[in-house]
């Protein structure tokens, strides 16, 4: 289970987090929603320690993130990053097999590589791609490329930022799929975020609505469409009037 | 009252700042060093840092020598005329190079070449996140990027440094044989029993201390470096400037304590 209580994070003047508390249990998949530039990304950068929060704590299984070994710590995760965070110097098998190529989970060459080719191909990508540079790609598909990283040592828990966005709606439509197939059949506990009300359906247990630094709203999707939050409504609704202000 | 204190303020404010860079450098120094003496290790990258650090400077590196070479025993021809002192050439070269242009310039042109595309290469990854993709796979970015630089550095640079003044020693020698008429075994022996153990010793030490800085400098303002493009532009500009100012600086220090007595 991950925990976050109270998380404070300001960059500058820029307070971003205020006060963030959140619950995921283990083997669920979670949606974080929220307007552009509310911190969701940062939220997750949180929980890995890649942002150190100014004050609260996040917990996962009840060891603080943070203290113990980072390396054990680490190796539970797997993150696709908003921008897809590719290794530019890297051919993309390499990319996707990164763990199984180094440290603690090295594999034989041979073997990484057909990892890599079995992960590549569950987000859609021909083998062909694999020995490509990532600047060779398109948008969509370094982003597909990103996500076969992030899952390619069959992590326990997955953080997606925005898996969707970019992809064309066949191509996000295997995406949410295996998303939801690597929470229900692996058991794997996933934080998701979207601004794809679609995908958010398609993939969630629950969902966490980010606004102004605290989560505004949280339940189940089932409660989503009748939750009688004005913030909520409008965002899904996606309505230019409403208690969010259209420019931030 | 406030207008007056102003420019106290303002002096320090920039202490401040200069003080905590200077913190955060001494701090990276010390971490860089500290994981190079623990596992894991990136044989891999390490042997692409030798081949990118070492193998390719070498042409700058021996064009640079060469010319100096010349455009040296030139001058101390010329100059040494002045007074009838024609026939020190071979010395003059041989220990102006050894001791002091071969490492400097060297130094410079690794700072150059080298500390700017680490600086860019590794700041680009930090606003592509891929330092923090590096984190979350289990790969700490200080092993897998900072030590491999900063050893390949260590080694190759007084290699570098050492096929400098040889090349540059050889491009006095063609000036001397071909332009100046000098006999070519009185030149060479000239230079070899002109030169000291201690002259040689420097030379190679300055160039494993110029190798460390201009790799560290690289790796710490690339690490450093702030968001988006610009910032990518400033981390290199930034340096090249430390590592050059700082090898000039070692360079003066470094003489200072091998041939002050
Ligand atoms: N490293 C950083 N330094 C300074 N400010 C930052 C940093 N990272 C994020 N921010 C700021 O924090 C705020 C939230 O950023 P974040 O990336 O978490 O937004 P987001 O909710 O993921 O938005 P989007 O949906 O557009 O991706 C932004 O105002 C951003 O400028
Ligand atoms: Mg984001």
């Known amino acids: 289970m991950i925990r976050l209580d109270n998380v404070h994070k ?56 943070g203290t113990g070994d980072r390396d054990a710590f680490l190796a539970r995760f797997g993150m696709l990053f908003q921008g897809g965070a590719l290794f530019d110097s890297l051919p993309v098998w390499q990319n996707v097999s990164f763990r199984h190529l180094r440290g603690s989970l090295k594999k034989p060459k041979e073997q990484a590589r057909e990892i890599a080719i ?26 597909r490329v990103g996500l076969a990283r992030a899952i390619a040592a069959d992590p326990e828990i997955i953080f997606f930022d925005e898996p969707t966005t970019g992809l064309d709606p066949i191509m996000a439509g295997v995406i949410n799929d295996l998303i939801r197939e690597i929470v229900v059949e692996m058991g794997a506990t996933a934080m998701t975020i979207t601004h794809d009300m679609s995908s958010v359906r398609a993939i969630a247990d629950n969902v966490a609505m980010l606004h102004e630094g605290v989560i505004k709203w949280t339940g189940p999707v089932a409660q989503m469409d009748n939750s009688g939050d004005p913030y909520l409504e409008q965002f899904i609704t996606g309505s230019a009037e409403g208690p969010i202000e259209a420019i931030r | 009252m406030s207008s007056v204190l102003a420019p106290l303020a303002l002096i320090g404010a920039l202490t401040m700042n200069v003080l905590a860079k200077l913190g955060r450098f001494v701090l990276f120094l010390l971490r860089s060093f500290s994981h190079i003496f623990r596992p894991p290790y990136y044989p891999k990258e390490f042997a692409i840092s030798l081949l990118t650090i070492g193998w390719l400077s070498l042409p700058v590196v021996g064009l640079t020598a060469i010319f100096t070479g010349g455009a040296l025993a030139l001058q101390i021809y010329s100059g040494g005329a002045r007074f009838n002192a024609e026939a020190v050439v071979p010395q003059i070269v041989a220990i102006g190079m050894v001791r002091e242009l071969g490492p400097v310039l060297v ?16 700041a680009t990854m930090k ?46 020698y063609a000036v001397g044989v071909q332009n100046l008429g000098f006999n070519p075994a009185a030149y060479l022996k000239n230079t070899a029993d002109f030169l000291e153990l201690r002259d040689i010793v420097s030379s190679l030490v300055k160039g494993g201390v110029f190798g460390v800085i201009a790799a560290l400098m690289g790796c710490f303002y690339g690490m450093h470096s702030d968001r988006g493009a610009q910032g990518v532009g400033r981390a290199t500009k930034g ?21 002050s007595v």
Do not use: H
């Open chain 1, 10 to 65: 300001t960059f500058g003047s820029n307070r971003v987090l205020r006060g963030l508390t959140l619950e995921i249990e283990r083997g669920t998949s979670m949606v974080i929603i929220g307007g552009s530039g509310t911190g969701k990304s940062v939220a997750l950068k949180c929980i890995l320690g890649l942002v150190t929060p100014d004050s609260g704590t996040i917990t996962v299984d009840g060891q603080q993130a």
């Open chain 1, 118 to 143: 079995e992960k590549l191909r569950r987000v859609g990508l021909k083998a062909s791609v694999a020995d490509q540079l990532p600047a060779e790609l398109s948008g969509g598909m370094q982003k």
């Open chain 2, 107 to 122: 130094g410079l042109m690794i700072a150059a070449r080298v500390t700017s595309s680490i600086a860019a290469e590794i």
């Open chain 2, 127 to 172: 606003v592509t996140e891929q330092i923090d993709a590096l984190v979350t796979l289990s790969t700490n970015p200080m092993k897998y990027l900072v030590v491999p630089r900063l050893l390949a550095a260590l080694i190759t640079v007084p290699l570098l440094v050492g096929i400098g003044d040889i090349i540059g020693i050889a491009g006095g």
């Open chain 2, 239 to 259: 340096s090249v400037e430390a590592a050059a100012i700082l090898i000039l600086a070692a360079n003066f220090v470094l003489t200072g304590l091998f041939f």
